[in-house]
C-alpha cells in the first residue's frame, strides 16, 4: 500500500518539476520575462529539494513498465497559449495530489506543495496575460500596411468604399482619422468600418478619440502626443485593445513603450500634406527607434510606392499611408503594390 502512495508522489513530483521547467523555457526564452523564469525556477528548485529529500524512498517504489498511462496518448499544443495553460495546470493538479497524499507520507512538505499550488494559480494568470501580449504583438508585426480614411483623404469618394478596396488590396489595419466631423457623424463611420473590418478579419483603428472607439467597439485607438494617456485609454478599452502612440523621438518612442503602447508611429519620415506643421525625421529615426524599442514600429509620413524601398532599407517592415492608398484612383492596386513592397515579392 506505501509503495502505491510513493509512486503517486513520485510520478506527481516528476509532473510538477516537467510543467515548471517548460515554463521557465518558454518565459525565458519565448517570452524574455526574466521575473517569470525565475519564479518558475525557484519553484522547481525547491521540489527538486523535496525529490532529493525523499529520493532513497521514492526511486525503489517506481514502476514505469507497470504503469499502464505511460501509454496515455498526449495532446499536441500548437499555440503558445495552449502550451502555457496545459504546463501551469498540470503544476496544479500534481501540486494538488502531492498535497493530499503527503499528508500521511511525508507531513513535512505539505506546506512546500500547498505554497506551490497557490503559486501556479498566480503564475497561471501573470503567464496569460503576457503571452496575450506576446501575440498581439506578433499580430501587429504581421499587418504590413496600414491604410488611414477619413472623409478628407478620400477623395470625395465614400470611406467604407474605400476601405474595402483598400482590405481588398493588401491592408493589415484600418484606422479611421476625422478632425472635422460631427461626433455622431464620426461614430456612424466607425461603426460603418467596424461592420465591414470584423466581416474581413480586420482591426480597426480609431484616431484620437476614445470615446469613438469605445462605442463603435474598435479594436483600439491611436493617441498622439498630446492626447489622453496610455493608462487611461488602457482603463477604458482593456487589455486586448490595441493602443499605437505617435512618436518623433527615440524619447518619445522608449516612454510609450515604458508607458504600455501596443506599436509605435515614427514619423513624418518624408514630407507629408497631412502633418505640415511637422518637420520630417527621416529614416535614421526609424533605424534607432527599430534599435532601442522591442515593439511594433509603423513608419508614417509622406511614404509611398516610389520610396518604400527607403522603410525596408532602414529595417522598417510596417507601414502607415494616408494619400497612397486612400487618395489613389485604384485603391486595390495601390494597395498591394505597396504591400507586396513591404514583403519583398517585387
Do not use: C, W
Not at 3 to 31: C, H, I, M, T, W
Not at 86 to 96: P, S, T
Not at 145 to 161: E, F, Q
Not at 313 to 321: H, K, P, Q
Amino acid at each position: 500500500m506505501e509503495n502505491d502512495l510513493l509512486r503517486v508522489v513520485d510520478v506527481n513530483l516528476n509532473r510538477a518539476r516537467e510543467g515548471l521547467r517548460v515554463l521557465e523555457d518558454f518565459s525565458r526564452f519565448k517570452l524574455r520575462d526574466a521575473a517569470l523564469a525565475e519564479e518558475a525556477r525557484s519553484a522547481r528548485h525547491e521540489l527538486r529539494a523535496v525529490t532529493d529529500r525523499y529520493y532513497r524512498r521514492l526511486l525503489p517504489a517506481r514502476d514505469v513498465s507497470g504503469d499502464f498511462g505511460a501509454a496515455y496518448a498526449s495532446n499536441e499544443h500548437e499555440r503558445p497559449e495552449a502550451v502555457v495553460t496545459a504546463n501551469v495546470r498540470r503544476v496544479q493538479e500534481a501540486a494538488r495530489v502531492l498535497e493530499e497524499t503527503a499528508r500521511n507520507l511525508f507531513p513535512e512538505a505539505v506546506d512546500v506543495f500547498k505554497r506551490l499550488r497557490y503559486a501556479a494559480y498566480e503564475l497561471e494568470q501573470r503567464l496569460a496575460a503576457k503571452t496575450a501580449a506576446a501575440a498581439k504583438v506578433l499580430r501587429l508585426r504581421s499587418l504590413k500596411l496600414y491604410v488611414i480614411v477619413g472623409t478628407a483623404h478620400t477623395a470625395s469618394r465614400p470611406v467604407l468604399d474605400v476601405a474595402r478596396q483598400a482590405i481588398a488590396g493588401g491592408a493589415g489595419i484600418i484606422q479611421l482619422r476625422e478632425k472635422s466631423l460631427s461626433a455622431l457623424d464620426f461614430l456612424t463611420s466607425a461603426e460603418d468600418l467596424r461592420g465591414l473590418t470584423r466581416d474581413r478579419g480586420v482591426p480597426l483603428i480609431i484616431n484620437d478619440r476614445l470615446d469613438i472607439a469605445v462605442l463603435a467597439g474598435a479594436d483600439g485607438v491611436h493617441l498622439g502626443q498630446a492626447d489622453l494617456p496610455i493608462a487611461a485609454a488602457r482603463r477604458l478599452l482593456g487589455d486586448d485593445a490595441i493602443i499605437g502612440v505617435s512618436t518623433h523621438s527615440v524619447d518619445e518612442a522608449i516612454t510609450a513603450e515604458r508607458q504600455g503602447a501596443d506599436y509605435i508611429g515614427v514619423g513624418p519620415i518624408f514630407p507629408t500634406p497631412t502633418k505640415p506643421d511637422l518637420q520630417p525625421v527621416g529614416t535614421a529615426l526609424l533605424t534607432e527607434v527599430l534599435r532601442v524599442v522591442r515593439l511594433p514600429v509603423v513608419a508614417i509620413g509622406g511614404i509611398t510606392s516610389h520610396n518604400v524601398g527607403r522603410i525596408v532599407a532602414a529595417g522598417g517592415s510596417n507601414v502607415a499611408v494616408v494619400s497612397a492608398v486612400s487618395g489613389a484612383v485604384q485603391v486595390a492596386e495601390a494597395a498591394s503594390l505597396l504591400r507586396r513592397q513591404m514583403e519583398g515579392s517585387i
